[in-house]
């Protein structure tokens, strides 16, 4: 990393225990209840690429063990740099070999079997999505269920491709195996755990 990048850097959280702690919480938070938005609002400086929530998001759960892979236009942004530094990340161009992948707003998602699913013996080895999007609304769009979910819950998501229902249920079915994802706005979390089922009311 030159002295230049390393000029422009943001700094990471404002407290870092502390924005560390809450943004962890709400991560926790949003895949034990999915489709619930959470807040996503810890203090800190941020990268001018890429949703904040998924800034922060990934400034709490990445470290130097962590192999994460960025979409083109994050991966030419200044956010790579910033991730790196802050959390000694160790940067992959093969999304099977992430533990973590954020995809940035406008950039084409890969299919999400080109994720690592983990293994029956080891699901948690899977990879855990970031999904940049411009956001979302309660009502017509998703119906979500399975746990965590009293009855069902609806959700509209707006920026994500057309089939990602239909890719998600092929990711549900192959529980124990499969990716967690979750989606970010500019200050809000939605968490999709693999065991939450999506039926699209769209398509319905």
Do not use: K
């Amino acid at each position: 990393m030159s002295t230049d990048t390393l000029q422009g850097l943001v700094a990471g959280f404002d407290d870092e225990a502390l924005g560390s702690q809450a943004s962890f919480r709400a991560a926790l938070h949003a895949l034990s209840h999915p489709g619930q938005p959470v807040a996503m609002d810890a203090a800190s400086g941020l990268p001018v690429a890429g949703q904040p929530a998924a800034a922060r998001l990934l400034l709490a759960l990445l470290d130097a063990d962590c192999a994460l892979w960025l979409s083109p236009t994050l991966a030419a942004s200044p956010s790579a740099a910033w991730l790196r530094f802050h959390t000694g990340v160790r940067l992959v161009n093969d999304p099977a070999q992430a533990q973590f992948a954020w995809v940035g707003a406008g950039d084409a998602c890969p299919p999400l079997a080109a994720f690592n699913a983990g293994t029956d013996a080891d699901p948690e080895a899977s990879t855990t999505l970031v999904l940049d999007v411009p956001g979302w609304q309660a009502g017509e769009g998703w119906r979500l269920s399975g746990p965590g979910i009293r009855g069902e819950r609806q959700l509209a998501v707006q920026g994500l491709p057309a089939d990602f229902a239909a890719q998600w249920a092929e990711n549900h079915a192959a529980f124990p195996r499969g990716v967690d994802a979750y989606l970010a706005s500019a200050d809000a979390l939605v968490g999709l755990p693999r065991t939450t089922r999506i039926t699209d009311t769209v398509e319905a």
